[in-house]
Structure formats: structure tokens, C-alpha cells
């Protein structure tokens, strides 16, 4: 709080005090000029101020200076422009959306699909959604649009489990999470699911029309004849092994570990999972063609018997890949040699090639790359190269899907094995 009295006598007094000190040595002071407050002062009769003179010099500089900093960056945009420029000449050329042009541009195919060995033809890819399998898919699904069907076959552990690698891979790679994606709300478990809606501009190239899904355990006869009904050719790419070494060791998976402890009689996919397979194919090839000779149809698999390309393409490894790996059921390189042989001597009706492929690398060893192929001879011993000189081969995966694709049309590797 504070006094009325006193702040009116203390401001009175300020203002006396302002008006008393607006003086110059040469002057009187304002209240005592000879002057009523009507009339006005002349401009010689006004007090002298020193005013600071305007600095035209220093506003010139900043103006230069403005100007040389705006030279000198148009000068950076245009040298950067040059450099766009020369990075845009050496580029190659730009390629679809869809990566057709990748592999091969659509409307130079065009004769070759009217008459390609796989059209119309109905694929099985055994082990789709494995790394190899799903990118067999993805090839067959983008250069071979003339396909009736491409049916990818996951493996199941068994009949209540979900598939052992899940569907990851396969949605990947087929380009099924190239669409519109929605995700539900994380603390929701119901609709904590991520959905992707078919988008044409972007997936209309993939050809995803032609896939089809099936899940079945490669050990069960019943679900193998199931799964092989009307199908004309076969790409094999299931495997229990992760390198030299089963899964269930190399990747602790407790799904094949149970299996193994479960039913440790059940059998191998290499062996007994491919003689499913094998079997269930003749079965069907049989059927139909009791089926078409009775309707007086000639069915695919004459034709593919007629044109003599593989209907049956077997990955497995080559001798000098990995070192040998005991497993209770058998060695490493005895597994596969006993399917191979198998393949050759049980089944003769059924035109296979067998491809022996190396280790694979997808980290150091470009993808793109051309495949040498060597016809291996049963039973001969190659001298002419070194066990460790093949052990170092590599190749991408990519590249050995794209191999296996491109054996299905290829009549003059029927009934070899290439390494």
C-alpha cells in the first residue's frame, strides 16, 4: 500500500524536474523563455543537436558483399546441376516398377510364351518358403506368365502346428506386400494383424492370380498324392538341412526337434519326403492319363514328353560344397546322393535333371551373374579340378532359382546332373 498525497506531490515533482533539465548551455531554460505557450519556436531560435551522420560506406559493403554471396551460390547450384547431370548419363537405363525388365521385357516374349514347353502347365514348388523356394516362386511368377497355375507347397511341421518359417519369405518375395498395408492397433491381439490390399498399378505385373497356397507334411503319402494332383511339373527345394547340418541342430528349432524325438522312425525329406512327392506325381500322371485317353484328350505331360523337357527339377548340393556332417539317420552327402539316385533309378518315367549347386552366398557374390554348369558323370572321379578349388565356388541364390526355372524349358539337360 502506499499514500495518495504523496505520489501526486512525487510526480509533480518528476515532471518539474524533466522540464527544468531540457536545457542547453546557450539557452535559457524552457520556463522562463520569453514566450507564451501559444506561440511557436523558430527553427533558428531551437536548441542545436549533433546528430550521427548517415554511414553510406559501410550499407555499400553489406550490399556487395550480399551480392558476391549470391553469385557464389548459383555458381554451387549450376556446378551441381553438371554433376546431377553426368550421374544421370552413366546411369543405365531405368527399369519397370514391377522389375519385369529385369529379367526379360514382356513384348519380346511374346512368341516365345505362345510357345514355351511350360505353358498352360500347372508347377509345383516344393518347399516354397524356404529362401531358395520363395525366390523360385518369384522368378516363375514374373517371366512365365503363360503358367496355369504355380502351386507353392509349405511345409508343415504337423497337421495342429503353424508352418515351421511361416509365410514371411514367400509374401516377400511373390511382391504381396507391395499393396496397400494396414495394420491393426498394437494392444489389441485380435487386430494386431497387418493386411495389404491388391494395388494394380503397382502389383499388376507380378501375376499373383497364378499362385496358389497349399500347406502339407512332406512325410505324409496322403497329403503328398494330394497336393500333386493335376500337377505337370515339380521344383524340389525342400531340404532338412541348414548348410551341412539338420535344422533341428544348426537352428535349435524346438518344431523339428520334437518331430525327431516324436517320431524319430517317421523318415528324412530328402528321402522319404521326396519319394512322397515322386510317387503322388506318377499316381496323378497315371490317372490322367486314363482320364484323357478315355476322353480322347491329349493331356500336358504328353506334350512335355513330346517336347522331352524335365518335368522334374531336384536342388541339391554338390559333392565338394560342405564337409560331411553324421546324422542318426545317416550322413550329409549319403542323404543326398541317395535321393538323387533314387530319382534316376526308381522313377524312370518321370524326365528329371538333377542340379548339383555350391554353397551359397548372397552377400559377396553379385546376383545377375552367368552360371557354369558341368555335367557331372556317375561314377567317374573328376581329376581335372580340385576338391578345394570347388569348395570355394559361390553362388546367389537368386541365381540358382532363376537356374531352376530356366531347366524346366531347357530339353538338352534332361536326365543329367549339372554341378
Given amino acids: 500500500m502506499y499514500s495518495k498525497s504523496l505520489a501526486v506531490i ?17 539557452s535559457t531554460s524552457l520556463n522562463r523563455l520569453p514566450f507564451s505557450s501559444s506561440q511557436q519556436l523558430s527553427s533558428s531560435e531551437l536548441p542545436d543537436f549533433d546528430l550521427p551522420e548517415k554511414d553510406d560506406s559501410a550499407s555499400e559493403k553489406m550490399k556487395k558483399q550480399e551480392e558476391e554471396d549470391a553469385k557464389k551460390w548459383k555458381q554451387m547450384a549450376e556446378e551441381l546441376r553438371e ?26 516374349r511374346e512368341e516365345e510364351l505362345n510357345t514355351s514347353p511350360l505353358k498352360n502347365k500347372r508347377v509345383l514348388v516344393v518347399g516354397a518358403n524356404g529362401r531358395v523356394g520363395s525366390m523360385v516362386c518369384r522368378y ?14 509349405v511345409h508343415t511341421v504337423s497337421e495342429n502346428s503353424v508352418t515351421s518359417r511361416g509365410y514371411g519369405r ?64 515339380v521344383i524340389w527345394c525342400a531340404t532338412d538341412f541348414n548348410g551341412n547340418k539338420p535344422r533341428a541342430v544348426s537352428g535349435l528349432n524346438v518344431a523339428f526337434l520334437f518331430r525327431a524325438v516324436a517320431s524319430p522312425t517317421k523318415g528324412r525329406v530328402e528321402i522319404e519326403g521326396l519319394q512322397n512327392i515322386l510317387e503322388g506325381l506318377t499316381l496323378s500322371r497315371t490317372q490322367r492319363m486314363r482320364q484323357d485317353r478315355l476322353s480322347g484328350v491329349v493331356s500336358n505331360s504328353k506334350n512335355t514328353d513330346e517336347q522331352n523337357t524335365p518335368s522334374f527339377i531336384l536342388l541339391s548340393t554338390s559333392e565338394d560344397a ?34 548339383q549347386l555350391s554353397r551359397y552366398d548372397d552377400n559377396f557374390v553379385e546376383e545377375n551373374l552367368e552360371v557354369i554348369k558341368e555335367e557331372v558323370e556317375t561314377g567317374a572321379d573328376d581329376t ?35 554341378e
Avoid at 83 to 106: C, F, G, H, M, W
Avoid at 170 to 181: H, K, M, R
Avoid at 325 to 349: A, C, H, N, V, W
Avoid at 407 to 413: E, H
Fill in 384 to 418: 581335372s579340378i580340385s576338391s578345394d578349388e570347388k569348395e570355394r565356388r559361390r553362388i546367389n541364390r537368386r541365381d540358382a532359382a532363376k537356374a531352376a526355372v530356366d531347366a524346366l524349358s531347357d530339353s538338352t539337360i534332361t536326365g543329367k546332373i549339372l
Fill in 322 to 355: 560342405f564337409s560331411d556332417f553324421e546324422t542318426p539317420y545317416g550322413s550329409f552327402k549319403g542323404i543326398k546322393r541317395q535321393g538323387e539316385e533314387m530319382l534316376r533309378k526308381d522313377f524312370p518315367s518321370i524326365s528329371s535333371t538333377i542340379l
Fill in 140 to 153: 516363375l511368377l514374373r517371366t512365365h506368365p503363360e503358367i496355369e497355375e504355380l502351386v507353392a507347397a
Fill in 10 to 26: 512525487f510526480l509533480s515533482g518528476f515532471a518539474n524536474s524533466c522540464v527544468d533539465g531540457f536545457s542547453s548551455p546557450t
Fill in 83 to 108: 554433376q546431377v547431370r553426368d550421374l544421370e548419363e552413366k546411369l543405365p537405363p531405368r527399369t519397370s516398377i514391377n522389375n519385369n525388365e529385369l529379367y526379360i521385357k514382356a513384348k519380346e
Fill in 170 to 233: 514367400l509374401s516377400y518375395e511373390v511382391g504381396a506386400e507391395d499393396g496397400i498395408g494396414s495394420i491393426g492397433a498394437a494392444w489389441s491381439a485380435e487386430d494386431r494383424v497387418a493386411t495389404f490390399e491388391y494395388n494394380p498399378e503397382v502389383m499388376g505385373g507380378y501375376n499373383l492370380q497364378n499362385l496358389r497356397l497349399v500347406e502339407a507334411e512332406l512325410l505324409d503319402p496322403v497329403q503328398c498324392q494330394t497336393i500333386t494332383e493335376g500337377v505337370d511339373c
